[in-house]
């Protein structure tokens, strides 16, 4: 995959530039496969499952931040909130996937197409950020905009200079 006339300094950003592409690849499958779960799901068997998950831990420590939280969210989950992020989630794993597939098979359209959606997501991530103060929030912005840098580099790379 990698370009053959790229010299060895070259070589270690262009294998970051696969591995997190793959991992952008690895996480739109879990987010399609995460949004189809919800749609064959409801909030009930949601509930149950994450109050059985999280019972020994509460028996354990009734103040468990992570699994209050865990119980608090399945409690307070709606038919129309779930069957929003199962869309979302599917959408947002279905572009994600494709933008994947055009980088990794090196389709010039890919490359911009891609800066434009993963930037959109970084501003909604910021936008969401600003309401929950998620620290997971901040590192995948982080993870996302280094992914954007190498899409960058990757692109001016193989489509600046002129072609022989």
């Not at 620290?135 to 002129?162: C, H, K, N, Q």
Request: net charge positive.
């Amino acid at each position: 995959m990698p370009s053959p006339s790229r010299n060895g300094g070259h070589k270690t950003l262009d294998r970051f530039f696969y591995l997190t592409i793959w991992l952008k690849g690895l996480h739109a499958v879990l987010e399609i496969a995460g949004g189809a779960a919800l749609l064959f799901t409801s909030p009930e068997l949601i509930l149950r499952v994450i109050a059985v998950m999280t019972q020994d831990e509460l028996a354990n420590d009734p103040d468990d931040f992570v699994a209050n939280l865990l119980l608090h969210a399945a409690q307070t989950l709606s038919l129309g909130s779930e069957r929003f992020a199962a869309y979302y989630l599917l959408s947002h794993g279905v572009v994600k996937l494709f933008l994947v597939a055009g980088l990794l098979r090196n389709r010039r359209w890919a490359y911009p197409a891609a800066l434009a959606v993963f930037g959109a997501f970084v501003l909604y991530q910021v936008y969401r950020f600003s309401y929950t103060r998620s620290l997971g929030l901040v590192a995948l912005t982080i993870f996302d905009l280094a992914v954007m840098w190498l899409i960058w580099r990757e692109y001016r790379v193989r489509y600046s200079s002129p072609r022989p």
